[in-house]
């Protein structure tokens, strides 16, 4: 799918963190419905670009361009409304709070969120759990949950922050399955993954990060034929 048909354009982003200057003009594009990766090294800037685009770090500069409209200046409860969700590797879940008090606290975006029933069919993990606190979950639980709290809120386009990370190989199976029922319901999803077999069994293409800029895009279908550059890239 060609950048003029892309649900989201990035070019020229730049990011800093204080004085430290982290995004040096990453540019990919991801069209609807696809299942994007960024993969990279730690510090590669992949976390940053997510809090970037979601308006997290607030000194940047560039284009983020989502359905053809530059999103770059707007606060994160403001791209939220548009419909985009994110997902931080740290999970965010509220100790204090139910998984259902969880599950309902983010104010619907847009129509169309999956309703209770849906999120219980998609993670039957956390089905006969409403009661229990959030951070009795195991860790795959509370993956769960963090998702499924963004899909109540009609989010169609979400940015995912290492959902597999410390997970157990059946829960990285579970969450993989679960993103495929997302991308056959027409979601948009940008995922930052370390695990490239997860990655490669859902992804449509990945894009290769090295100090704050894109150097390589690799469709799935490919990774076979550029393994051993990927692996020079993520120092395996």
């Known amino acids: 799918m060609g950048e003029p048909y892309s649900r989201l354009s990035v070019s020229d982003l730049h990011g800093w963190y204080g004085e430290s200057h982290v995004l040096h003009g990453v540019k990919f594009h991801v069209g609807k419905g696809e299942i994007v990766t960024l993969l990279g090294r730690n510090?590669?800037?992949k976390t940053t670009t997510l809090r970037t685009i979601m308006g997290v770090v607030r000194k940047r500069r560039g284009n983020v361009l989502y359905g053809g409209a530059?999103?770059?200046?707007?606060?994160?409860h403001k791209v939220s409304r548009l419909g985009i969700g994110y997902v931080p590797e740290e999970r965010g879940i509220f100790s204090s709070l139910s998984v259902i008090e969880n599950l309902m606290l983010p104010p619907v975006s847009l129509p169309g969120g999956m309703s209770i029933e849906e999120i219980y069919e998609l993670f039957p993990n956390l089905r006969g759990r409403n009661r229990t606190s959030g951070t009795r979950l195991s860790g795959g639980e509370q993956q769960?949950?963090?998702?499924?709290?963004?899909?109540?809120?009609?989010?169609?386009?979400?940015l995912l922050d290492e959902p597999t990370e410390g997970l157990a190989p059946v829960i990285v199976d579970q969450i993989a399955e679960a993103l495929k029922v997302l991308k056959a319901r027409g979601l948009t999803i940008v995922l930052v993954e370390q695990n490239l077999q997860f990655a490669a069994s859902i992804?449509?293409?990945?894009?290769?990060m090295e100090q704050g800029v894109v150097v390589d895009e690799i469709a799935n279908d490919a990774l076979d034929?550029?393994?051993?550059?990927?692996?020079t890239y993520l120092g395996v």
């Open 225 to 231: 034929a550029n393994m051993e550059r990927l692996n």
């Open 70 to 76: 530059d999103i770059l200046a707007l606060a994160p």
């Open 144 to 158: 769960m949950l963090a998702i499924a709290r963004i899909l109540r809120t009609g989010a169609d386009f979400i």
């Open 43 to 45: 510090g590669a800037g």
């Open 203 to 208: 992804a449509d293409r990945h894009y290769v």
